[in-house]
């Protein structure tokens, strides 16, 4: 198959750079064939550890004037940290490990791209060739273990056939639904000699994703949209992986439909909208929630139905129909089943039904939805997000995480970590843009903030990154703040420090009978784990830790400081700044549904259930 043009909007590298030179053939090394082959490709960036097996790679990567690589401290940072790339700048992101441990170091980072759906190609070094199966120094299956968490993955033993692999695993994880795909390549293809020739042909006849829609599921969808009484707008993240949130915005403002956006998908639609509803899913608003509960249609985009943002699947929207649009067939009908299926890529998809749907008031066709936007305008006002200040004049997490979001503003980048620091982010932030919040969603990866903050920084030098973190999840990669200090990638990193694993904390809270069974962080032997420890005992002190790694170091513990010192690491943009918000950990997220129950059962409080008082209750 020959590869034809794909829209950059899609994430595809080489359609984002100068076109590759044409009709190139030289000898060479297969290692400097990999070299060339990402330069054709249009890679700028490569994450990685230099081992044994992908050592020959390294010595060609030296002289290379287009490929930039950051020598990360862990490979799960290499990882993360392509994935940030990807999400933040719409190319595919680029990691690079050596076999065994350093492959496998690269499995978790995979697993989260392929949940989220982020364009990633994953090279691996392999023993060489004839060593493959014998358990070799430093051998692992990676293709094996991977295969069930990459789009496609290769392992190449023949240095001829790098440059179209290279191409084709470029090819296949910007188009369609994007993914991560492995290339693992033999220590002896990389040392062989070989003759590179660009540009390459694809052989690739088993993938051709469908990206238009069929006009006739699309005048279907059109009609239900327009005879719908209480209809949802609900959007996930393949509308902003396919850059359709332009259309999603006319769509929305064409029909007077409500909009929610789903974790993966907050900055599709501007939080200000008069139509956002806000987040849905187990922390999401109240709106949210309960309009995907009482509507009649859910008109679904680029999401998956997942089982976060579903609760209880079979008490889900039990009144609603549904319109399903994604790219991947496979998700059609995977978890509910679709009145109308569309597949297609969502801006494709989106631009055809505002056609459909203008035909449809051209002939006289249009939905009234005062009554349901009555009901919504009312739940809006009366389950407002909202917090408990902390007790004692601490500080609060949701404070923090608020005042951040507006001092920074909405045209920073905020990378979260996983856990209640996540969903407060969720929840406080305002997004207004899409590209600007990073998360680890589907595989919820602690570790993932810091890393994928420096990837996002490194690809898009010029904006403001902010990593939101917890204590917990910090722990976990903040070795890489020495790799952005070391490479000129100034992240802001905001520490929200409970002194405990908070969102487990809360599960234990709520449904253990407040038996919390090592989640505190910061206890020792001496320490009953109930409250911080005292300034000189604090295990790791941020602080310094941060400083040793060359960063500046800050602390805010009072409300009365938290603009100052927000403010004060805004200016620093010289070096990375980590500030250790020491704040109070009894706050939980709210709301919540419990994880098994229905959307029904959702708390606006602890112990306090929204009473809707309609005939839908």
């Given at each position: 198959?020959?590869e034809?043009?794909?829209?950059?909007?899609r994430?595809?590298?080489?359609?984002?750079?100068?076109?590759a030179?044409?009709h190139?053939?030289?000898?060479?090394?297969?290692?400097?064939?990999l070299?060339?082959s990402?330069e054709?490709?249009?890679?700028?960036?490569?994450?990685?550890?230099?081992g044994?097996?992908?050592?020959?790679?390294y010595d060609p990567?030296?002289?290379s004037?287009?490929?930039?690589?950051?020598?990360v401290?862990?490979?799960?940072g290499?990882?993360?940290?392509?994935?940030?790339?990807?999400?933040?700048?719409?190319?595919?992101?680029?990691?690079?490990?050596?076999?065994g441990?350093?492959?496998?170091?690269?499995?978790?980072?995979?697993?989260?791209?392929y949940?989220?759906?982020?364009?990633?190609?994953?090279i691996?070094?392999?023993?060489?060739?004839k060593?493959?199966g014998t358990?070799?120094?430093?051998?692992?299956?990676i293709?094996?273990?991977?295969?069930?968490?990459?789009?496609?993955?290769?392992?190449?033993?023949?240095?001829?056939?790098?440059?179209?692999?290279?191409a084709e695993?470029?090819?296949i994880a910007?188009?369609?639904r994007?993914?991560?795909?492995?290339v693992?390549?033999?220590?002896?293809?990389?040392?062989a000699?070989t003759?590179?020739?660009?540009?390459v042909?694809?052989?690739l006849?088993?993938?051709r994703?469908v990206?238009?829609?069929?006009?006739?599921?699309?005048?279907?969808?059109?009609?239900?949209?327009?005879?719908?009484?209480?209809?949802?707008?609900?959007?996930?993240?393949?509308v902003?992986k396919?850059q359709?949130?332009?259309?999603?915005?006319?769509?929305?403002?064409?029909t007077?439909?409500p909009?929610?956006?789903?974790l993966?998908?907050?900055?599709?639609?501007?939080?200000?909208?008069?139509?956002?509803?806000?987040?849905?899913g187990m922390?999401?608003?109240v709106?949210?929630?309960t309009?995907?509960?009482?509507?009649?249609?859910?008109?679904?985009l680029?999401?998956?139905?997942?089982?976060?943002?579903?609760?209880?699947?079979d008490?889900?929207?039990?009144?609603?129909?549904?319109?399903?649009?994604?790219?991947?067939?496979?998700?059609?009908?995977?978890?509910?089943p679709?009145?109308?299926?569309?597949?297609g890529?969502a801006?494709?998809?989106?631009?055809?039904l505002?056609?459909?749907?203008q035909a449809?008031?051209?002939?006289?066709h249009?939905?009234?939805?005062?009554?349901?936007?009555?009901?919504?305008d009312a739940?809006?006002?009366?389950y407002?997000?909202?917090?408990?200040?902390?007790?004692?004049?601490r500080?609060?997490?949701?404070?923090?995480i608020?005042?951040?979001?507006?001092?920074?503003g909405?045209?920073?980048i905020?990378?979260?970590?996983?856990?209640?620091h996540q969903m407060?982010?969720?929840?406080?932030?305002?997004?207004e843009?899409?590209?600007?919040?990073?998360?680890?969603?589907?595989?919820?990866?602690?570790?993932y903030?810091v890393?994928?903050?420096?990837?996002a920084?490194a690809?898009?030098?010029?904006?403001?990154?902010?990593?939101?973190?917890?204590?917990?999840?910090?722990q976990?990669?903040?070795q890489?703040?020495?790799t952005?200090?070391?490479?000129?990638?100034?992240?802001?990193v905001?520490?929200?420090?409970?002194?405990?694993?908070?969102?487990?904390?809360?599960?234990q809270?709520l449904?253990?009978?407040q038996?919390y069974s090592?989640?505190?962080?910061?206890a020792?032997?001496?320490?009953?784990?109930?409250?911080p420890?005292?300034?000189g005992?604090r295990?790791?002190?941020?602080?310094?830790?941060s400083?040793?790694?060359?960063?500046?170091g800050?602390?805010?513990?009072?409300?009365e400081d938290?603009?100052?010192?927000?403010?004060?690491a805004?200016?620093?943009?010289?070096?990375p700044?980590?500030?250790d918000?020491?704040?109070?950990?009894d706050?939980?997220?709210?709301p919540?549904?419990?994880a098994?129950t229905?959307?029904?059962?959702?708390?606006?409080?602890?112990?306090?259930r929204?009473?809707?008082?309609?005939?839908?209750?």
């Open positions: 198959m020959t034809h043009a794909a829209s950059p909007r994430g595809d590298a080489t359609a984002a750079h100068a076109p030179p044409q190139v053939v030289e000898t060479m090394t297969g290692a400097q064939s070299i060339r990402l054709a490709v249009g890679a700028d960036t490569v994450f990685g550890i230099p044994g097996a992908i050592l020959p790679a990567l030296m002289d004037a287009k490929v930039r690589h950051i020598l401290r862990h490979e799960q290499a990882g993360h940290a392509a994935t940030g790339y990807a999400q933040a700048t719409g190319r595919v992101g680029v990691c690079m490990a050596t076999s441990p350093g492959a496998t170091n690269l499995v978790t980072p995979i697993a989260d791209a949940m989220d759906s982020v364009p990633m190609v994953a691996t070094g392999q023993v060489s060739s060593a493959i358990d070799a120094f430093q051998e692992a299956d293709c094996g273990i991977t295969m069930p968490i990459t789009k496609h993955n290769y392992l190449v033993t023949d240095p001829a056939e790098i440059p179209r692999v290279i695993a470029f090819h910007a188009t369609g994007p993914g991560p795909v492995l693992d390549i033999a220590k002896d293809a990389l040392q000699t003759t590179f020739r660009w540009p042909e694809l052989s006849p088993g993938y994703p990206t238009k829609p069929h006009a006739k599921q699309i005048r279907e969808a059109a009609k239900m949209l327009v005879g719908a009484k209480r209809p949802v707008l609900y959007v996930g993240g393949g902003i396919a359709a949130t332009a259309e999603l915005r006319i769509l929305a403002e064409l007077g439909a909009v929610v956006t789903t993966m998908a907050l900055g599709a639609f501007p939080d200000s909208h008069p139509q956002h509803l806000g987040m849905p922390h999401g608003s709106p949210a929630v309009a995907l509960q009482k509507a009649d249609l859910l008109f679904t680029g999401a998956r139905f997942d089982d976060r943002v579903t609760g209880k699947l008490g889900f929207a039990p009144y609603a129909k549904v319109v399903h649009a994604d790219i991947d067939p496979a998700e059609i009908g995977k978890n509910r679709a009145d109308v299926p569309i597949v890529d801006r494709e998809v989106l631009a055809d505002i056609v459909a749907v449809e008031f051209d002939a006289g249009k939905g009234d939805y005062s009554d349901w936007w009555e009901k919504l739940w809006k006002k009366t407002p997000l909202g917090y408990e200040p902390a007790p004692g004049g500080l609060s997490p949701q404070q923090v608020e005042r951040i979001g507006r001092l920074v909405p045209e920073a905020y990378a979260a970590g996983v856990g209640q407060w982010s969720s929840q406080f932030i305002r997004f843009k899409p590209g600007t919040w990073l998360n680890s969603g589907g595989a919820g990866t602690m570790g903030a890393p994928a903050a420096m990837g920084k690809g898009r030098p010029d904006t403001a990154v902010w990593a939101i973190d917890g204590d917990g999840c910090f976990m990669t903040n890489e703040l020495a952005c200090a070391l490479n000129d990638i100034p992240i802001k905001a520490v929200i420090n409970n002194g405990s694993l908070g969102m487990v904390r809360q599960w809270t449904f253990y009978n038996r090592n989640t505190v962080l910061h020792g032997p001496d320490h009953d784990g109930i409250a420890p005292a300034q005992t295990i790791p002190d941020f602080v310094l830790l400083e040793a790694m060359g960063c500046v800050l602390r805010c513990e009072r409300p938290l603009d100052a010192v927000i403010k004060q805004m200016e620093i943009n010289d070096r700044v980590v500030i918000f020491i704040v109070h950990q706050a939980m997220v709210w919540m549904v419990a098994g229905s959307n029904d059962e959702i708390q606006f409080a602890k112990g306090v929204p009473d809707f008082g309609d005939d839908l209750d």
